[in-house]
């Protein structure tokens, strides 16, 4: 597949303060996304990955490194013709309809008044915001103004869609509508940059993810690659025994009137711990397996870092 | 065609921007209550009518410039909109020159509108217009696009409060160095005249837009002054705004 996003070896420092202080912010972050896909750019706070994609976009100038974006310079007007990009906290020009906003952003690309007018209708319709056309988005809610966001980051219909923490600050079911819909980029053959530090999210939909941590790119691969099925221990919830019969067989987590939650961690001991609850007629209330997550990976990843 | 867009979307904010309204209607009052002013003061009832009302229209419309050039693209910067801008395939100077386009357009039609109360006054009490006073008006509207353009290159890079502190030393500063031509006349030769000179080449001299006397006295001034006034402001005004694309092109937005 086409690499679409080409990061090399990118590094930023800022300099801030009456007594200029350094801090390094990038050091020396590379990773490539390839067409079609789901990247997941995942990070703590700070980490460096708003930095990264504000580099990309040309918003910030880094001190060194390669981008490149469909093969060509990052800040080259026609791989810029072929991005989308929504910001995180997307603001807009609260004085103009949702209508007059993506009517201007669509003049950006020299698009003519009627493939303007189809194209807004069009967006308006697929974010779920027919109804709010003349609307001032002045009066647009949280999940409002980030469907309109991602409406004026698709106005050019673009290759690629570069989001930074797209479903932040918005209720399970704004979460899923906007998943839906970034889902769906994928199917009609986009390729989309996800920054997020929402883990279940990215667990969801990306095929690929990079972690990065302090500055730079601790892991990266596709999401299958990353998260083995080995079952690390499973969690029994049963009734009926007293806790130091379990001691020997796992790890007790909790205790709740009669019931217990214990924590196995090899496969012989949960048939024996099956075994004694059948002789001692107590009850198996639920057993589950788990296995590693990309939550694991990520903790692992950054407090290593 | 992008700098046409954001000009007009910039144009659109200006005046839907309520706060403008404050010191437009402050100026319109000003012109409509000279005529109170010229009942109660001595002298030429006119030329009183006249005087107040072109320094109502160039002080109200000095901050209008200011607040509009240091709020609206400071606000770009700071809510972010700028982002979703810069990320499109435009040149950062396309930006700021249509922003700047924007003010201006904003501010023409704001002191059109000023002009055209202040010329109504006048027509009442005279029956006539006289032209000087038009191009008094014009020559305010020409210093107002200057005071634009220093109040957006202070924002490129500074907070409002702190611009507009600037562009209002820029303009009292530009009102009074006209003064440095008296003192080098008197100076004697040596670096401290050259010194003199340089200094005064630097510091704008916000008089030269200034017919205000002239009109209201019905002064002759010869056509090479406007050509030259007008001259000076098109050229100070692509300085700053040259000044203001270096500093915008080398920004990062963090």
Known sequence: MATVLNIEDLHKTFISGFIPKKRRILKGISFSVT??????????????????????????????????????????ARAKRRVGYLPEHPYFYEYLTATEFLDFYGQLFLMDRVERKEKTAA??????????????????????LQRVGL??????????????????????????????????????????????????DIEMICDRVAIVAGGRVVSQGALLDLISEKVLYTEVTLSGLAEEDLIDLGEPVSIRSDRILIKVFQDANVDALLELVRERRGRVHSLVPRTETLEDIFVEMVKQS | MKVTAIAVNTFREGIRDRILYLPFFFALMAVVFSRVLAVLAVGDRVKI????????ISLFGMLIAVLIGTGLVYKEIDKKTIYTLLAKPIERWQFLLGKFLGLVLTLFVLTAAMALAFLAVILVHTSRVDGRLVLAVVFIFLELVLITAV?????????????????LSFYIIGHFSWGLQTLIEKAPPGPARV????????????????YKTDAVYGLKVLPQYYAFSALYGLAYTLFVLALAGLIFKKRDFV
């Open chain 1, 35 to 76: 067409a079609g896909e789901i990247f997941g750019f995942l990070g703590p706070n700070g980490a460096g990955k708003t930095t990264t994609l504000k580099c990309a976009l040309g918003l910030i100038f880094p001190d060194r490194g390669k981008i490149e974006i469909f093969g060509r310079h990052h800040l080259d």
């Open chain 1, 123 to 144: 967006l308006l319709r697929q974010v779920g915001l027919e109804r709010a056309v003349d609307l001032p988005l002045r009066k647009f809610s949280r999940g409002m």
């Open chain 1, 151 to 200: 409406a004026q980051a698709l106005i050019n219909d673009p290759a690629l869609v570069l989001l930074d923490e797209p479903l932040g600050g918005l209720d399970p079911l704004g979460r899923k509508e906007l998943r839906d819909i970034i889902a769906r980029l994928k199917q009609d053959g986009k390729t989309v940059f996800l920054c997020s530090h929402i883990l279940q």
């Open chain 2, 49 to 56: 009518i006249k005087d107040v009302g072109l320094a109502s």
């Open chain 2, 151 to 167: 109040a957006m290159l202070f924002s490129c890079f500074s907070t409002p409060i702190l611009s507009s502190v600037f562009t």
């Open chain 2, 195 to 210: 010194a003199l000179r340089v200094l005064y080449s630097i510091l704008p001299d916000l008089e030269n837009f200034n």
